[in-house]
């Protein structure tokens, strides 16, 4: 499907016809508009449809487009301000430092004199993508149509999550408070930075940041040149990566080199907070112990997960998918460390979804994408390591932390600690009840009535009975009131 679109796009582009059928693709999206490179890098995110290679491919897609004009820009930014540019910016270099599918950016310094970096969006373009969303859910409906089997892979919720995240980028207000997020999360963390965010000069369709300064981060000679040892670099871009995915569920979705610096204090040092993506606690640890598992080459534990975590149908076979796990990863996991590629792994693991009616996960699918770009990045940076053992420590002691003996006695306290917190309002709920029977806003079926007043021949009528309309009365207050 995805090599007779290349060729359809290429006859109405200017694309050269030669590489491979995803560098074709790429150039045809490229040439294509904004609308198309964000699909490009959507598709980038399906190997599961599309195969290694051509997602490969498409995750190097790179957001360089022509520039719009500078008056354009500077339109923009007083449009979205209500005030000159030169009230707001001391100076503004008309030159933009990057154009990317979405937006520019250009550098600037404040009106008190620091060194920003000031990101606008293009003219037209939130329009633009509204029609090609429309028709993106128009041709994601026609498949599901045409293709009843194919709903598992849930392409009208692929479209969906893309529009979200568009809806998001469309918004630099939503990028600055994830960057405002991010920045938290690592606050006090020397090993990585993030740029402080000029909240008196952000809005929706202008960000203005801190300027970063550093060397991109897989520019190995120029890093050793300025004293940085690139082992270290990765060890501590590793850790970040960790840090976002496990730590904190909160993770920057779009880290090609383009984003990432080695600052001059060897921090490393991330801009464009538009991607993001977020992982629940019992996903990250359902993760974890996946990768875990893999590790530890311990294929019976990493098929257990995905049923534990309801990825595949119960009825599927565990001894089936275990062998399936083992033929995908022995032959990754054989490699020189170096070449050990956990991002492919999860790959071809999404490649067998249709055997064991496996359900997609949009959300691991993103990751899988990250982890694709993150790797490429490391093995340049420094051919001989692999990103995911230098994590390796870290990721066993949040795994035990989280899932040990002591976690799950955290665990059951706190589920305690809930229910004691809820007593308090249960009471509260049952006297609101009470009242609203006492003043006929309940009303109770006669024959429990007369059950009630008849009992056991006591007058008392029956406990078990007094308890069931008790626990009625209950529920029904909770009902009302949660």
Known sequence: ?????????????????????????????????????????????????????MSTDLADLQDKLPSFPTDAARAIIEEEFGRPVDSLYASFD??????????????????????????????????????DLELMRWVAGLIVRAKPELRRLKPLECVDAFAETVELEMDLRFEAAAAAEIAENFAGDPDFRVPQV?????????????RLSGIPLDERDAQINAGHDPEMVLQKASNASFRQ????????????????????????????????????????????????????????????????????????????????????????????????????????????????????????????????????????????????FLARPLIEEWMIENLGP????????????????QIPRIFKDIEVTAAMLSQGQIKLHPETVAALKQGNGSGRGSPVLWLTVAAALVVAAIFKFI
């Open 406 to 421: 002591e976690a799950r006695i955290r665990d059951g306290i706190g589920n305690l600690a809930n229910a004691v917190d």
């Open 245 to 388: 995915v496990f730590r904190d569920g909160f993770f920057h979705a779009d880290v090609h080199p383009g984003n990432l610096f080695v600052l001059e204090s060897g921090a490393i040092g991330a801009v464009d907070f538009g991607i993001m993506g977020r992982l629940d606690l019992k996903t990250r640890r359902w993760l974890g112990g996946l990768l875990v598992a893999f590790l530890n080459r311990d294929f019976r534990r990493a098929s257990e997960i995905h049923f534990e975590a309801g990825w595949i149908p119960s009825h599927r076979s565990v001894d089936a998918f275990t062998q399936a796990c083992r033929s995908i990863a022995e032959p990754i996991l054989d490699r020189p460390q170096n070449e050990i590629s956990i991002a492919r792994l999860l790959g071809q693991l999404f490649q067998i979804t249709e055997t064991f009616q496996m359900e997609v996960q949009p959300q691991l699918l993103l990751l899988q994408k990250t982890m694709l770009v993150a790797e490429g990045t490391g093995r340049r940076l420094v051919p001989e390591a692999n990103m995911w």
């Open 198 to 210: 000029d909240w008196t000069r952000t809005g929706r369709r202008v960000m203005t940041t801190e």
């Open 1 to 53: 499907m995805a090599v007779t679109l290349s060729r359809l796009l290429a006859v109405f582009s200017k694309a050269e016809t030669s590489g491979r059928p995803g560098q074709r693709l790429a150039r045809a999206l490229n040439e294509a508009g904004p609308s198309f490179i964000k699909l490009g890098q959507a598709m980038a995110t399906r190997s599961d449809l599309l195969g290694e290679e």
């Open 94 to 131: 008309d030159a933009p430092v990057a154009a990317a599918s979405i937006a520019q950016v250009h550098f600037a310094v404040t009106t008190e004199g620091r060194e920003v970096a000031v990101k606008i969006l293009r003219p037209g373009i939130e329009a633009a993508f509204h029609r």
